[in-house]
Structure formats: structure tokens, C-alpha cells
């Protein structure tokens, strides 16, 4: 089973409407991060999250750390079209890894 | 400004044939490189990692091999593909190997038939 796992493999809001992505993690961690992934392209970090934060912001964006749950969420205020696209959250581990969840597919409706 | 480029940007390659896909990192020296792979709509998988030229780590093994040859190059070859390499490998640097952001190339779609 995955290290990090976004809770939704899909999501579908009309623009404007505000959406929460979920992730869960299954290890000890010293930060967190979320990306997206526009269609056909590489991924782009939003938010990095340390484990003594418990909330960040970006813009649009806030993500929320529990590490006593183990869990993370990104929430997108005021969605807009170009928001569409898959969101994942990763997690660092050993070696330089850093695993990727499952991936939440984001589709803004006008 | 740093910049990562792939190539190429896709390929149709045939079952048992070499493959080789590059990554140049412009602007930033003693980049962290990774190669990852993406099947089509799934999750990203960390193939390989480099801290230093010449010195390349496997973390997943997929019949795949990875060089260093240059401090800002990172390749990714196979002296014959199979069917299951199809999919979207992705080149990314960082500024340290411990859990700091990773920055993406664009990709190189592979499809092999």
C-alpha cells in the first residue's frame, strides 16, 4: 500500500465553489507536500507543509497538517477553470524519496 | 532562473528496442536529480536519484538504467523496452535530498508498441 494517499480519486465543482482535497499519510513525517499536475505536463509544488506547522497558505490555497491523524488537506477557495487537474500530495521518506499519493483528479466546471 | 529540459518530448518505440531520454538542468549547480515515471491517470513513481556526477541510486528496479554523465545532465536508458515502460517519465531537481521541493521537467511521453 502507498506511504501518502489523497482520500478522493475525483472531484467535480462548478467555478467559484470552494473544494478540500484529503490526504493520509502512514509514517512519522517531517513535512508534507501537495502539487499539481495540469494534463500532459510535470508537476508544480503549491504548498510545503512542516510537521510543527499546522496550517499554510498560498493564494487560493490552504493546507492543513494533523499529525496526530496523520492527515493533510488542501482547500481551494474561489475555484477557477485553470484549477482543473490532478493533485497529489507526497511525503519524504529515506534515500531521497519522496512518494507521491494516488492523485486527486480536479475538474472545474464554468 | 533555473531551468530543467527533456528530451525528447515523445516517442513510439518498439517492444525490444534501446531507449535513451535525457534532462539538462540550466542555471543551478549541484542539482539533486530524479527520474520518475507516471502510467497514463496514475501515481508518480521515483525510478532513480543523484547527488553527485557519476553517482546514480535505484530505488525502484523496472529494467531501466540511469547515468550522470555531467554535473546538469541525468539520462535514462534500457537496452530494450518492453510494453510495460510505456508512460510519462519525468525529470525533477532539488536543492537538497532531504524533503525539500522537487521542480519538474515537462516530460517525455514514451508509448511502446
Known amino acids: 500500500s502507498q506511504l501518502a494517499e489523497e482520500n478522493s480519486w475525483a472531484l467535480s465543482v462548478h467555478e467559484g465553489e470552494s473544494v478540500t482535497v484529503n490526504c493520509s499519510y502512514k509514517t512519522s513525517i517531517t513535512a508534507l507536500q501537495w502539487y499539481r499536475q495540469k494534463s500532459g505536463k510535470g508537476p508544480a509544488q503549491l504548498i510545503l507543509?512542516?510537521?510543527?506547522?499546522r496550517e499554510k497558505r498560498n493564494g487560493r490555497l490552504r493546507a492543513t497538517l494533523d499529525t496526530s491523524s496523520q492527515s493533510s488537506s488542501l482547500s481551494i477557495t474561489a475555484t477557477r477553470c485553470e484549477d482543473t487537474a490532478v493533485y497529489f500530495c507526497?511525503?519524504?521518506?529515506?534515500?531521497?524519496?519522496?512518494?507521491f499519493g494516488g492523485g486527486t483528479r480536479l475538474t472545474v466546471r464554468p | 532562473a533555473q531551468t530543467i529540459h527533456q528530451w525528447p518530448v515523445a516517442e513510439i518505440k518498439a517492444v525490444g528496442s534501446p531507449l535513451s531520454l535525457g534532462c539538462t538542468i540550466k542555471g543551478k549547480s549541484s542539482p539533486n536529480l530524479y527520474w520518475y515515471w507516471q502510467a497514463t491517470g496514475g501515481t508518480l513513481q521515483q525510478l532513480f536519484y543523484?547527488?553527485?556526477?557519476?553517482?546514480v541510486e535505484s530505488v525502484v528496479q523496472l529494467n531501466l538504467s540511469a547515468s550522470r554523465p555531467k554535473d546538469d545532465q541525468f539520462i535514462l536508458s534500457t537496452e530494450k523496452l518492453l510494453l510495460s515502460h510505456s508512460g510519462f517519465y519525468l525529470c525533477?531537481?532539488?536543492?537538497?535530498?532531504?524533503?525539500?521541493?522537487?521542480?519538474f521537467g515537462e516530460g517525455s511521453r514514451l508509448i511502446v508498441v
Open positions: 525533477a531537481w532539488s536543492r537538497t535530498v532531504s524533503g525539500n521541493t522537487l521542480y
Open positions: 507526497a511525503t519524504p521518506h529515506a534515500g531521497a524519496k519522496l512518494t
Open positions: 507543509i512542516r510537521s510543527n506547522e
Open positions: 543523484s547527488i553527485t556526477v557519476g553517482q
